[in-house]
């Protein structure tokens, strides 16, 4: 298991971090390079691939829950699931082979709940911004 498959409960299709460069208290840096590969290209769009907005909303939310649990904020076996998502804007493609650097700034930070704000750049350029919260909470078993 690689170190990312062990600060997030997310894989393959659906990781979308690669690694984090650097996790503080206020701030995380994250890493993904979308590969031709990935799953989502064959239907968006055939001939022109590029990534789908709500991935890289995906890929920064990872991204900042992944820093947190490096920091050990984030209890091992708890997870985090999306509860609202506001302030999105998207500036630019990304396409495949292209590296995402997602900067994420910790606004709020709770035992119940994480509120977030993000930018994804391919290299110096801003190719989406979103602020999120996600809700922290242990599986549970399936009914």
Not at 7 to 29: Q, W, Y
Not at 57 to 65: K, L, N, R, Y
Not at 79 to 92: G, I
Request: include cysteine; glycine fraction near 10%.
């Amino acid at each position: 298991m690689n170190e990312i498959e062990g600060l997030l409960p997310h894989r393959f299709p659906f990781l979308f971090v690669d690694e984090i460069v650097s996790a503080g208290e206020k701030h995380v840096t994250a890493r993904h390079v979308f590969t031709e590969k990935e799953f989502f290209f064959a239907g968006h769009f055939p001939r022109y691939p590029v990534v789908p907005g709500v991935i890289l909303v995906e890929t920064m939310a990872q991204s900042g829950g992944a820093g947190l649990r490096k920091l050990g904020i984030l209890g091992g076996k708890d997870l985090f699931f999306l509860a609202s998502v506001d302030k999105v804007k998207f500036r630019r493609q990304v396409r495949p082979g292209e590296e995402v650097r997602s900067e994420i700034e910790n606004l709020r930070v709770s035992a119940k709940m994480i509120k977030q704000a993000g930018k994804a750049y391919v290299g110096e350029e801003l190719a989406a911004e979103a602020e999120w919260l996600c809700l922290v909470a242990p599986p549970q078993e399936p009914q």
